[in-house]
């Protein structure tokens, strides 16, 4: 019989972690106080939860999902309406918790769609959710009475009565309602990842034959997963709904589910804070880089494409490779090789960038003539001289970097032996 009482240890680097994340959001406002980074860090926190929930599905779960902005998007045109409905006194509640009936839509819609989609799995499931995709976006241009048509849906977020003189007028105050419900949000889905059920799930995305041998139903954990992942989902959009106070059906449409997959994917999906760097990659993308290029897409592919090619795990795969490197005191050796490849990239992107700009200008902006200003050198569209110079510092980039880049291979794999047997080292004491 026990006569005291043990606990566990203290996990000092996880309470590091989660509180140097709260502090995050807390100050990111004051050092960042402009209207525009206010926007963007409230898109972020949006953002964040999205692709978190996206990653329930193809990071811990292996399904691929081409309609993930439905649950997302449909949470949004519940709050807006439940948004309008506290402004007309129907419903009595506080605008704080809009977002929770996003969620339960989130759940609802889930419960709903997921018990077709989550009886199949691979390419058929993926298949699947591409087509409720289309047909809940049709859906949203047929029926105006809910969806709002062309125009969406607008409300109010300055309805009811203040709390504490909190309005949610202010831009600030709106960030600081979604910076609580994201950092409640990821710890949830952090601590989901540590549940049998998490655990269970990702049995299933590895070996989903093994789980039905040992007894359990590899749908029923693919469908309890999918609703869980429903309802982070509607959250997301019912703070998009108070954030814009607009909701189109643009919301629920192929592009958005595609914004999560591919983010996702570059942040990385088999990491946990993969998809929290991809939803920050996303927001400054869509919100920053459109502002600057017309090309935006065209260089959100190319990265893409990049990623698959040389780094099929994501930034986070790359960050975890770097710090084991690290843990060995390796990664002294390798700073010469990655300021090489740097060095080289960006001149590989310096090219392709006024190729494509040069493009893109004598299609849409013919009007302002042949000659356009691209980082402080004027570039002539309709000037052989132009293109000639763009392909040569193209392809200067492009050949010293796979020289720079077989280099860092070969010293990447040394490392990598040296760490193998200097594991097998340790284990033998």
């Known amino acids: 019989m026990k006569t005291h009482y043990q606990f566990k240890p203290f996990n000092v680097g996880r309470w590091l972690t989660w509180g140097l994340f709260a502090l995050l959001l807390i100050v990111s406002p004051k050092l960042f106080g402009s209207g525009l980074a206010l926007t963007v860090l409230s898109q972020m926190g ?24 439905v649950y997302t998007g449909l949470g949004s045109f519940l709050a807006i309406h439940a948004l309008n409905s506290v402004g007309t006194g129907a419903l009595p509640l506080p605008v704080s918790l809009v977002p929770l009936v996003g969620g339960l839509a989130g759940v609802g819609f889930a419960v709903l769609f997921g018990y077709v989609t989550t009886r199949k799995s691979g390419t058929t499931f993926a298949m699947i959710t591409l087509g409720l995709g ?84 590899t749908q029923k954990v693919r469908y309890f997963a999918f609703i869980i992942a429903g309802f982070f989902a509607g959250i997301s959009g019912g ?18 589910s595609g914004a999560y997959l591919l983010f996702t994917f570059l942040g ?26 017309q090309a935006w897409l065209l260089y959100l592919g190319l990265v893409f494409l990049f990623m698959v090619m040389y780094a099929p795990g994501g930034i986070a795969s790359l960050i975890m490779m770097n710090l084991r490197v690290a843990a060995f005191g390796k990664l002294r050796q390798l700073w010469v090789s990655y300021l090489a490849m740097t060095v080289t990239v960006l001149v590989l992107l310096v090219g392709a960038s006024a190729m494509i700009e040069m493009v893109y200008h004598l299609q849409l902006s013919t009007s302002l003539g042949s000659k356009l200003q691209f980082m402080g050198v004027t570039l002539d569209a309709k000037n052989l001289n132009s293109w000639f110079g763009a392909a040569f510092v193209m392809l200067t980039g492009l050949g010293l970097f796979e020289v720079t880049r077989r280099q860092f291979l070969v ?19």
């Open 239 to 256: 703070l998009a709904a108070l954030n814009f106070e607009i909701v189109t059906a643009e919301v629920v449409g192929a592009a958005r």
């Open 268 to 293: 990385g999906a088999t990491f946990f804070f993969g998809p929290i760097i991809g939803a920050v990659l996303m927001v400054l993308a869509f919100v920053l880089l459109s502002e600057y290029t």
């Open 134 to 217: 289309e047909l809940v976006f049709a859906l949203s241009l047929m029926i105006p009475e809910f969806f709002g048509g062309e125009g969406g849906v607008s409300g109010n977020r300055m309805v009811g009565k203040p709390f504490l003189g909190i309005t949610f007028g202010p831009q600030i105050q709106v960030y600081y309602l979604i910076a609580l419900y994201t950092f409640v949000a990821v710890a949830a889905m952090f601590a989901f990842t540590r549940t049998p059920l998490g655990r269970m799930l990702n049995a299933v995305r590895d070996n989903p034959e093994r789980v039905e041998f040992v007894g359990y139903d």
């Open 411 to 429: 010293e990447w794999g040394e490392i990598q032996e040296y760490i193998e047997k200097e594991i097998k080292r340790r284990e033998a004491l």
């Open 46 to 69: 949006i953002a964040i939860i999205a692709c978190l929930s996206y990653n329930m599905l193809l990071g811990q779960g292996g399904m691929l999902s081409f309609g993930h902005a």
